[in-house]
């Protein structure tokens, strides 16, 4: 097996509404090859904050390790699980029905089933791909979606088919964001294609801005970006 062959997927197109949970992980046709960063990663990993993984429900959830033509390792899993990491970054979780976890050499340990406790796996890993019924929390950010590629190792992500929750505090309202493609760059910084934005739930709003591409900026990062034309203004003149 190669990396290639289990990241490839088709990107579909949004949903009138969040599918059931899917039995097996999707069939592999196109590439998705748009996180930026090194390609020799494996000095960058995050040794000091591990991933564990846990089973929701019974039956647990199966993992199959696999090795790659690279020499790194992929575990497929299939079944309904939780993973969670708590970094420097601050903490990120999932819910999802499967995935695949790349990650080199003995990094990630898979847990003996006799072994006491539900958690399932834990270890270093450089990214993983999820699929199906996925809910992905962060900071006070909620974001469900079909498919999600996450870089442990540069904290971006590919988030297919997106509603992204947050709250304004200044305005004391949710805000929904709703795009086919979501590319998370940083913690403050998202790239979204196809997108919608709404303070309401209701998958027809009575108000919304739509957009073909949108990049989502803190108040600080516009602010910054204000004063920087400012400045360029001011120095043509």
Same mark, same amino acid.
């Given at each position: 097996?190669?990396?290639?062959?289990?990241? =490839?997927?088709?990107?579909?197109?949004?949903?009138?509404?969040?599918?059931?949970?899917? &039995?097996?992980?999707?069939?592999?046709?196109?590439?998705?090859?748009? #996180?930026?960063?090194?390609?020799?990663?494996?000095?960058?990993?995050?040794?000091?904050?591990?991933?564990?993984?846990?089973?929701?429900?019974?039956?647990?959830?199966?993992?199959?390790?696999?090795?790659?033509? %690279?020499?790194?390792?992929?575990?497929?899993?299939?079944?309904?699980?939780?993973?969670?990491?708590?970094?420097?970054?601050?903490?990120?979780?999932?819910?999802?029905?499967?995935?695949?976890?790349?990650?080199?050499?003995?990094?990630?340990?898979?847990?003996?089933?006799? %072994?006491?406790?539900?958690?399932?796996?834990?270890?270093?890993?450089?990214?993983?791909?999820?699929?199906?019924?996925?809910?992905?929390?962060?900071?006070?950010?909620?974001?469900?979606?079909?498919?999600?590629?996450?870089?442990?190792?540069?904290?971006?992500?590919?988030?297919?088919?997106?509603?992204?929750?947050?709250?304004?505090?200044?305005?004391?309202?949710?805000?929904?964001?709703?795009?086919?493609?979501?590319?998370?760059?940083?913690?403050?910084?998202? =790239? &979204?294609?196809?997108?919608?934005?709404?303070?309401?739930?209701?998958? #027809?709003?009575?108000?919304?801005?739509? &957009?073909?591409?949108?990049?989502?900026?803190?108040?600080?990062?516009?602010?910054?970006?204000?004063?920087?034309?400012?400045?360029?203004? %001011?120095?043509?003149?």
């Amino acid at each position: 097996h190669s990396k290639k062959e289990l990241l =490839d997927i088709s990107v579909p197109n949004m949903p009138q509404q969040y599918p059931k949970a899917s &039995a097996e992980p999707p069939q592999i046709t196109q590439p998705i090859s748009v #996180l930026t960063g090194s390609e020799d990663k494996d000095d960058f990993i995050d040794f000091e904050s591990p991933v564990h993984i846990t089973g929701i429900w019974e039956p647990a959830p199966t993992i199959e390790v696999l090795s790659l033509e %690279d020499g790194s390792n992929a575990a497929i899993i299939k079944g309904r699980f939780f993973l969670w990491q708590h970094s420097s970054q601050g903490p990120v979780e999932f819910l999802a029905d499967n995935a695949v976890v790349f990650f080199t050499g003995n990094s990630f340990s898979i847990k003996n089933l006799e %072994d006491p406790g539900n958690e399932l796996a834990s270890g270093s890993i450089q990214s993983v791909y999820l699929t199906g019924n996925i809910v992905m929390t962060e900071s006070n950010r909620t974001t469900r979606a079909q498919e999600i590629y996450y870089d442990f190792v540069n904290h971006q992500a590919i988030i297919v088919n997106a509603e992204m929750r947050m709250f304004d505090d200044s305005r004391a309202i949710p805000v929904y964001i709703r795009a086919q493609k979501l590319r998370r760059i940083n913690e403050h910084l998202y =790239d &979204a294609e196809q997108v919608q934005i709404t303070n309401s739930e209701f998958y #027809l709003p009575q108000t919304s801005l739509h &957009a073909s591409r949108m990049v989502l900026l803190t108040p600080e990062q516009v602010n910054q970006r204000q004063n920087q034309i400012e400045t360029q203004e %001011d120095a043509a003149t």
